[in-house]
Protein backbone atom coordinates (compact mmCIF):
# COMPACT_ATOMS: atom_id res chain seq x y z
CA UNK A 1 0.00 0.00 0.00
CA UNK A 2 1.43 3.49 -1.03
CA UNK A 3 1.45 6.44 1.68
CA UNK A 4 2.65 9.78 1.18
CA UNK A 5 2.84 12.01 3.79
CA UNK A 6 3.56 15.43 3.41
CA UNK A 7 5.20 17.59 6.45
CA UNK A 8 7.06 21.23 7.49
CA UNK A 9 3.64 23.14 6.37
CA UNK A 10 2.92 26.37 8.49
CA UNK A 11 2.60 29.95 8.93
CA UNK A 12 5.19 31.71 7.84
CA UNK A 13 5.32 35.71 6.85
CA UNK A 14 5.72 37.40 3.18
CA UNK A 15 8.80 37.17 2.01
CA UNK A 16 9.70 34.12 4.14
CA UNK A 17 10.99 30.28 3.23
CA UNK A 18 9.67 27.22 4.18
CA UNK A 19 10.60 23.64 2.95
CA UNK A 20 7.77 21.05 2.66
CA UNK A 21 8.41 17.55 2.15
CA UNK A 22 6.74 14.71 1.09
CA UNK A 23 7.88 10.88 2.71
CA UNK A 24 7.06 8.34 0.73
CA UNK A 25 6.49 4.51 1.20
CA UNK A 26 4.92 1.21 -0.53
CA UNK A 27 6.70 2.19 -4.04
CA UNK A 28 9.26 1.69 -5.74
CA UNK A 29 10.21 6.04 -5.36
CA UNK A 30 13.03 5.98 -8.11
CA UNK A 31 10.75 4.96 -11.00
CA UNK A 32 7.82 7.69 -9.76
CA UNK A 33 8.07 11.34 -11.24
CA UNK A 34 7.27 14.03 -8.62
CA UNK A 35 4.50 16.34 -8.59
CA UNK A 36 3.21 19.23 -6.06
CA UNK A 37 -0.16 20.37 -6.13
CA UNK A 38 -1.87 23.33 -4.22
CA UNK A 39 -5.22 24.44 -3.45
CA UNK A 40 -6.39 27.45 -2.26
CA UNK A 41 -9.99 27.93 -0.83
CA UNK A 42 -12.48 28.52 -3.22
CA UNK A 43 -10.42 27.73 -6.22
CA UNK A 44 -9.11 24.68 -8.02
CA UNK A 45 -6.00 22.63 -7.82
CA UNK A 46 -3.33 24.44 -9.58
CA UNK A 47 0.01 22.64 -10.62
CA UNK A 48 2.97 24.12 -8.69
CA UNK A 49 6.25 21.83 -9.69
CA UNK A 50 7.67 18.45 -10.82
CA UNK A 51 10.49 16.54 -11.10
CA UNK A 52 10.99 13.57 -13.20
CA UNK A 53 11.82 10.17 -11.60
CA UNK A 54 15.32 8.28 -11.01
CA UNK A 55 18.23 11.50 -10.95
CA UNK A 56 15.52 13.95 -11.10
CA UNK A 57 17.35 15.69 -14.23
CA UNK A 58 14.17 17.43 -15.39
CA UNK A 59 11.64 19.97 -13.54
CA UNK A 60 8.98 21.72 -14.17
CA UNK A 61 7.22 24.82 -12.33
CA UNK A 62 4.10 27.04 -12.90
CA UNK A 63 5.23 29.86 -13.99
CA UNK A 64 3.88 31.76 -10.98
CA UNK A 65 6.69 30.39 -8.19
CA UNK A 66 9.88 29.97 -10.76
CA UNK A 67 13.05 31.68 -10.00
CA UNK A 68 10.97 31.41 -6.20
CA UNK A 69 10.33 27.48 -5.38
CA UNK A 70 12.62 24.85 -6.00
CA UNK A 71 12.08 21.13 -6.29
CA UNK A 72 13.69 18.00 -5.60
CA UNK A 73 14.36 14.52 -4.45
CA UNK A 74 16.55 12.37 -2.07
CA UNK A 75 15.74 8.54 -3.94
CA UNK A 76 17.68 7.29 -0.60
CA UNK A 77 15.05 8.65 1.85
CA UNK A 78 11.98 7.87 -0.61
CA UNK A 79 11.59 11.85 -0.24
CA UNK A 80 10.52 14.63 -2.54
CA UNK A 81 11.11 18.28 -1.24
CA UNK A 82 9.46 21.97 -2.03
CA UNK A 83 11.55 25.02 -1.28
CA UNK A 84 9.82 28.03 -1.10
CA UNK A 85 11.53 31.32 -0.78
CA UNK A 86 10.17 34.96 -1.26
CA UNK A 87 6.81 33.43 -0.18
CA UNK A 88 3.86 36.04 -1.10
CA UNK A 89 0.04 35.99 0.53
CA UNK A 90 -1.56 34.54 -2.37
CA UNK A 91 0.77 31.48 -1.88
CA UNK A 92 -1.63 30.23 0.98
CA UNK A 93 -2.92 26.86 0.28
CA UNK A 94 -2.64 23.27 1.01
CA UNK A 95 0.12 21.68 -0.80
CA UNK A 96 -0.07 18.28 -2.27
CA UNK A 97 2.89 15.80 -3.52
CA UNK A 98 1.52 13.46 -5.95
CA UNK A 99 3.46 10.57 -7.66
CA UNK A 100 3.24 8.82 -11.56
CA UNK A 101 5.11 5.85 -12.38
CA UNK A 102 6.19 7.67 -15.59
CA UNK A 103 9.24 8.83 -17.62
CA UNK A 104 9.12 12.87 -17.75
CA UNK A 105 7.49 15.59 -15.66
CA UNK A 106 3.70 15.54 -15.78
CA UNK A 107 2.04 18.72 -14.82
CA UNK A 108 -1.21 17.96 -14.93
CA UNK A 109 -3.04 16.74 -11.34
CA UNK A 110 -5.15 13.49 -13.62
CA UNK A 111 -1.62 11.98 -14.83
CA UNK A 112 -0.77 11.59 -10.80
CA UNK A 113 -1.87 7.76 -9.45
CA UNK A 114 -0.49 8.70 -5.85
CA UNK A 115 -1.54 11.61 -3.61
CA UNK A 116 -0.99 12.44 -0.09
CA UNK A 117 -3.39 14.08 2.40
CA UNK A 118 -1.89 17.78 1.77
CA UNK A 119 -0.01 20.38 4.23
CA UNK A 120 -1.30 23.37 4.63
CA UNK A 121 1.37 26.63 4.26
CA UNK A 122 -0.01 30.15 5.68
CA UNK A 123 1.59 33.46 4.55
CA UNK A 124 0.74 36.35 6.25
CA UNK A 125 1.82 39.72 6.24
Known amino acids: QVHMDESGGGLVQAGGSLRISCATS????????MGWFRQAPGKEREFVAA?????????QYADSVKGRFTVSRDNAKNTVYLQMNSLKLENTAVYYC?????????????????WGQGTQVTVSS
Open 98 to 114: AARQAVGVPTQDWEYDH
Open 26 to 33: GLNFNNYA
Open 51 to 59: ISWSSGRST
